[in-house]
T-cell receptor, first 117, second 112 residues
Framework: AQKITQTQPGMFVQEKEAVTLDCTYDTSDPSYGLFWYKQPSSGEMIFLIYQGSYDQQNATEGRYSLNFQKARKSANLVISASQLGDSAMYFCAMREALRSNDYKLSFGAGTTVTVRA | NAGVTQTPKFRILKIGQSMTLQCTQDMNHNYMYWYRQDPGMGLKLIYYSVGAGITDKGEVPNGYNVSRSTTEDFPLRLELAAPSQTSVYFC???????????FGNGTRLTVT
């Protein structure tokens, strides 16, 4: 069963506006974490932001913030003041324990964001 | 600081050929991973390693093999290439705890 769901295959946003990318997850593990990665057209995977299940406050990194709602099992990424360079594919990924102190990332299918001038 | 380096960047294989995708990291990370990304999809874990001499299968290991003789290197071997292995392959590493994965730039493999 898919554990990470990104329901928006593609989005358009106007430059300087904010955009919210949806991510829902499913896990029975009380200890987990959610990551967001950006993949521009050049193909590399760039880490953006992380939120652990026990973190009390929503994570923020510059223009990126994570709207983490545990009861709804959602971890939406908010990009404020969009820039043309934000055009990329965005992946939500969940940390799942493999063994003591190791984990794997399970990825969603991604959301393509296109920023319009 | 080079980070995670993958070679080659591109490769075309004929069905049945073999090849090794190279991955090396200079960050002294214990944990290393191989993922594949099919067009328009997320990444799927092929193999992972928690340290030199230790490897384990991920979600989609069939048709691949790995070795981890040193902390730095984690090569991925394809023995009998099949069209289903056409994909982009990413190697990644991380240090410990909840640290994020650092990815290489990927190898785009086409099997025809």
């Amino acid at each position: 069963a898919q554990k990470i769901t990104q329901t928006q295959p593609g989005m358009f946003v106007q430059e300087k506006e904010a955009v919210t990318l949806d991510c829902t997850y499913d896990t029975s593990d009380p200890s987990y974490g959610l990551f967001w990665y950006k993949q521009p057209s050049s193909g590399e995977m760039i880490f953006l932001i992380y939120q652990g299940s026990y973190d009390q406050q929503n994570a923020t990194e510059g223009r990126y913030s994570l709207n983490f709602q545990k009861a709804r099992k959602s971890a939406n990424l908010v990009i404020s003041a969009s820039q043309l360079g934000d055009s990329a594919m965005y992946f939500c990924a969940m940390r799942e324990a493999l063994r003591s102190n190791d984990y794997k990332l399970s990825f969603g299918a991604g959301t393509t964001v296109t920023v319009r001038a | 600081n080079a980070g995670v380096t993958q070679t080659p960047k591109f490769r075309i294989l004929k069905i049945g050929q073999s090849m090794t995708l190279q991955c090396t990291q200079d960050m002294n990370h214990n944990y290393m991973y191989w993922y594949r990304q099919d067009p328009g999809m997320g990444l799927k874990l092929i193999y992972y390693s928690v340290g030199a001499g230790i490897t384990d299968k991920g979600e989609v290991p069939n048709g691949y093999n790995v070795s981890r003789s040193t902390t730095e290197d984690f090569p991925l071997r394809l023995e009998l290439a099949a069209p289903s292995q056409t994909s982009v392959y990413f190697c990644a590493s991380r240090v410990h705890g909840d640290s994020p994965l650092h990815f290489g730039n990927g190898t785009r493999l086409t099997v025809t």
